[in-house]
């Protein structure tokens, strides 16, 4: 079971750097949006994921190697507290503090929004 979820570790790393790069290409502003945007996607496919194993659609191996696994390597929350340092020593405090709170916020939002879509769907 440990190598699967290193292997699906792994996979979910390449899509993150796949997404990024692709965000990073058509934004080119100081705003970092691909790492908001890969967490919001990871946190909502989680909330997807938890509704799936709590209505017993899915079995928890499964819902593991998918949490741990693929969207432990796909979301990257220390990328993120990087970026907020940057815009911080870049003295974008204004933007520091808008990125921090969505840092938050959005994967919160993702998640609530992942939930009501699989419980909706049953």
Known sequence: MIWMLCFFGGIGAMARYVLDVSIQRSWNRSFPLSTLVING?????????????YAQSVDSDTVMLFLVGFLGGFSTFSTAINELLSLIRKKRFVMALGYGVAT?????????????????AR
């Open 104 to 120: 938050v916020a959005a994967p919160l939002v993702c998640i609530a929004l992942g939930l009501g879509l699989a419980s909706f």
């Open 41 to 53: 996607v990871a946190s909502l496919c989680a909330g997807v994921a938890m509704m799936s194993y």
